[in-house]
């Protein structure tokens, strides 16, 4: 592995969003990813992380390991590692390196089922999907700057060039956290829903779980907007510990996927300097994931039992919604709980929350709890779509304006 190139530069003249737009939009076709932290009340965690131009791309198919395909990974580039010593951990140079060389994506929900020994989805194509090998900038809020990390001179210079020369962005419109797309369906009715907890509840008063966690969708047309303004507007509407946005380009294995969320829950972070060599009981990033992916809020518990109830009584593979997303490499890595996610498949933003199953639990107040769960992401998805009618007008009116004046002219001319 080749030695990463690393420069720092005042960051006073461009903002994350704005520069992952730019980035964006100067690799179409290439994949992508913005990692933000924010809490409710407080100011922006003090990085966010971009990166783009990833050279590399790996499906982690159904019916295999996905862990042991990363660990096998990790081990391969542990070993052809030959870059110099890091910095000290925590500076934001080695967080651009570290994440310059690591894989960053999401491994499905469904991924417990191998776990577990539940039997999986007859029509899940994946369980999970990760990039590497992109260009990283890291804006550090508190020493205002942003550090570029890269594979060679000329990816580092390209970058500090493309990330402030992007299309003009427009504001997102007034934010109403209560609105909700015109059209919101989802494959099961409250009334089916909520027929669904009850048999869950069965199942837990007859021993057979302490808890379940029953997932249910919710859908709306995509209707042109940007799937990125729905991650601008959950910054706003649902600020968390962990904001995410991953594009994925459509490959020859795979078609392309985007997507935006807000999580509060961290499943597993790992910090390793490979300087001072392995320790005994260290384990490895993969390994921490693995051990901490059943024990997820939107498994149920006991691990075994709850996923298995949900497995009989839910439509569908979750896909996205309870699985991990982030980054992991060598050096460490940094997952969280996919909660709060929407992603784009067939025309449509989707998104799913989850009701949380005991003793007591009232089946109609459960279904109608899934409905608030899932308002931030719904919102956010509104917004989009009111983004992208503000950008058709703004576009109309100056064809129009165009149009007038080359009218204008045309009658000067004559």
């Not at 379940?212 to 600020?239: H, S």
């Not at 510990?241 to 991953?246: A, D, K, R, V």
């Not at 309870?322 to 498949?345: D, I, Q």
């Not at 608030?372 to 992401?377: F, L, P, T, V």
Request: charged share 20%; proline share 6%.
């Amino acid at each position: 592995m080749s030695s990463v190139v690393t420069r720092t530069l005042p960051a006073d003249h461009v903002t994350p969003v704005r520069a992952y737009a730019a980035l964006r939009a100067q690799s179409p076709g290439r994949s992508s990813f913005m990692l933000e932290s924010a809490l409710p009340g407080e100011r922006w965690g003090r990085y966010a992380i971009l990166g783009y131009r990833a050279r590399a791309e790996t499906l982690l198919p159904s019916g295999f390991d996905p862990f042991a395909t990363l660990a096998d990974g990790l081990a391969q580039a542990s070993a052809a590692d030959t870059r110099n010593a890091p910095d000290a951990q925590g500076t934001a140079r080695d967080l651009a390196a570290r994440v310059c060389q690591a894989w960053v994506g999401f491994l499905a929900y469904d991924a417990v089922h191998l776990l577990l020994g539940v039997e999986p989805w007859p029509d899940e194509a994946y369980l999970g999907r990760v990039m590497k090998d992109a260009t990283v900038v890291v804006f550090d809020s508190v020493a205002q700057t942003m550090t570029i990390a890269g594979q060679s001179q000329g990816a580092v210079s390209r970058c500090a060039w493309e990330l402030s020369h992007g299309p003009e962005q427009m504001s997102l419109p007034a934010l109403d956290p209560h609105a909700l797309p015109e059209h919101v369906e989802t494959p099961v009715a409250d009334e089916d829903f909520a027929a669904k907890v009850a048999a869950a509840h069965e199942r837990v008063a007859a021993g057979e779980a302490k808890e379940v966690v029953l997932a249910r969708r919710f859908r709306a047309p995509l209707r042109g907007a940007d799937p990125f303004d729905v991650y601008r507007a959950l910054r706003v509407l649902a600020p968390s510990t962990h904001l995410y946005f991953l594009d994925f380009a459509e490959s020859p294995f795979a078609p392309g996927l985007t997507v935006a969320g807000a999580s509060g829950e961290t499943l597993v972070r790992v910090e390793r300097d490979p300087s001072a060599g392995p320790s005994a009981g260290d384990a490895s990033p993969v390994e921490a994931l693995r051990a901490a992916f059943a024990r997820g809020s939107a498994v149920g518990a006991p691990a075994a039992h709850a996923s298995g109830v949900s497995r009989r009584l839910e439509v569908g593979p979750r896909q996205i919604y309870g699985g991990s997303v982030g980054y992991f490499g060598p050096e460490g890595a940094e997952m969280a709980h996919t909660l709060g996610a929407v992603w784009v498949e067939s025309g449509y933003f989707e998104t799913m929350t989850g009701a949380r199953i005991g003793n007591g639990s009232d089946p109609r107040a459960a279904s109608e709890r899934t409905r608030g769960d899932a308002r931030a992401a719904l919102s956010a998805i509104r917004a989009a779509q009111e983004a992208r009618k503000a950008s058709d007008a703004a576009a109309e009116k100056r064809a129009a304006a165009e149009k007038a004046a080359a009218d204008d002219d045309a009658v000067r001319s004559a």
